[in-house]
């Protein structure tokens, strides 16, 4: 073999490890196990099998996070934290003042993250001034999913109001129609109470209540109004509903056994996976009463102290697809949610999409865009958790009053 052979082929050898030593391994814990979730995660691993590195998927099934999040305490408490974690609001300051998570400055500086978050959702993402967490998306919350073609069987109209609501709910019942598939599990019912909460008692109501925790507004009688109007919406379910999970309730929708769905937008997901067309084959409409208002829920995820020097790359590069437009663009479209990332363009999304941008930035002027509560964005996982089954309590239980879930409330925000 002649020496520039040798060279060349020992050149190549040394690349090789190269690569090699900075292939790593991403753990990446989430719940994004329903068809359209599914999907949208499956293009965050492609993304980083693009960059050489492998995947290794902490996938825990349930709907809200609820499962995945007591799994991922026995994972850190055991010393042996995944990579990175579906982790959303409040709870990214309480694991970041746990110390286990780690400072992603580096990433952040190099990808100008700053210029391109919103400002609000980019304080939420650092602790003492540090990024600890890289945002995939804004979901909204406050929307009302609906089946055409029942709401045209029933001669219904969609919803503006709640009293609109109880109308079309009455005339798809007649109709021999579900009209509403609810899935009776506790973060599914408290997804339903936010969107009354909002829509009965409006955006300042609902700052004060369920964002301060304010105890004159959770026991008030906007609060009955609000409690009344929920338990009302539980007659027009079906006796299957508990413990059903939320894409086979969204399935309902999809196939006509039900009018429609109080859910966030990962609920498109579910009809965009099934081939169906929105504006067609179903509609999108803000929950009654919440069009000028908009419920938010950012999906990001936490990323945790490693100690190998490949898998800290990996996590680092991870952090970055993240926030590129190629990723926020697909991985939006099948998530249902729209990018976090500023200034992106919205030529391939669906209208229900658009509305929603419309919407974020609109809201966001008057002071009608709130976190939302169901989904660990506007109070301490702690008082969540008691507010949630307070909520879910009232729900299954027909004897408790408004009078006292109102009371229990008040205890309930207390939690500490
Ligand atoms: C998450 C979504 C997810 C939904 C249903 C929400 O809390 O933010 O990403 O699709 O739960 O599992």
């Not at 995945?68 to 990175?84: D, E, I, W």
């Not at 959702?121 to 609906?146: E, F, S, T």
């Not at 030529?347 to 989904?375: E, M, N, Q, R, Y």
Request: glycine residues 8%.
């Amino acid at each position: 073999m002649s020496m520039t052979r040798i060279s060349l082929s020992l050149a190549a050898a040394g690349l090789m490890s190269a690569t090699l030593a900075q292939a790593g391994e991403v753990e990446v814990l989430h719940w994004w196990t329903s068809g359209g979730e599914a999907k949208a995660a499956a293009e965050l691993k492609a993304s980083m099998q693009k960059k050489g590195h492998s995947w290794k998927d902490f996938a825990v099934a349930g709907g809200g996070g609820d499962s995945a999040m007591t799994v991922l305490k026995s994972r850190v408490v055991s010393g042996n934290a995944p990579a990175a974690a579906q982790i959303k609001g409040p709870s990214i300051q309480e694991w970041a003042r746990e110390g286990v998570l780690a400072n992603m400055d580096d990433v952040a500086k190099a990808e100008k993250w700053d210029e391109l978050l919103p400002k609000a959702i980019a304080d939420g993402l650092k602790y003492k001034g540090n990024y600890v967490a890289a945002p995939v998306n804004v979901h909204r919350v406050n929307w009302l999913w609906a089946n055409p073609e029942a709401f045209k069987k029933a001669g219904a109209k969609l919803p503006t109001t709640w009293d609109e609501f109880f109308v079309a709910a009455e005339a798809l019942k007649k109709a021999g129609i579900i009209p509403v598939a609810h899935g009776g599990q506790n973060w599914q019912d408290f997804t339903t109470f936010e969107s009354v909460a909002l829509g009965v008692g409006g955006a300042d109501f609902y700052k004060k209540a369920l964002v301060q925790l304010d105890a004159g507004s959770l026991k008030s009688p906007t609060m009955e109004k609000v409690l009344g109007t929920f338990k009302k919406v539980k007659t027009y379910t079906d006796k299957n509903a508990p413990g059903r999970d939320w894409n086979l309730a969204t399935a309902m929708v999809i196939k006509g056994e039900a009018g429609m769905q109080l859910m966030g937008d990962w609920a498109k997901g579910e009809f965009i996976a099934a081939g169906k067309v929105p504006g067609k084959d179903f509609a999108c409409v803000a929950a009654p009463g919440t069009a000028k208002s908009y419920t938010y829920n950012v999906d990001s995820f936490a990323l945790f102290k490693l100690k190998d020097p490949a898998n800290q790359k990996a996590q680092q590069d991870l952090a970055a697809a993240i926030m590129s437009t190629d990723f926020q663009e697909v991985f939006n479209l099948n998530k249902g949610s729209i990018p976090v990332r500023l200034g992106m363009k919205l030529d391939k999304f669906d209208d229900c999409a658009k509305t929603s941008a419309a919407d974020f930035v609109s809201t966001a002027k008057a002071g009608s865009l709130v976190p939302s509560i169901a989904h660990g964005m506007a109070v301490p996982s702690a008082a969540e958790g008691a507010i949630k089954d307070v909520v879910s309590q009232f729900w299954n239980d027909d004897k408790m009053t408004s009078a006292s879930a109102m009371d229990k409330l008040v205890a309930a925000a207390k939690t500490k």
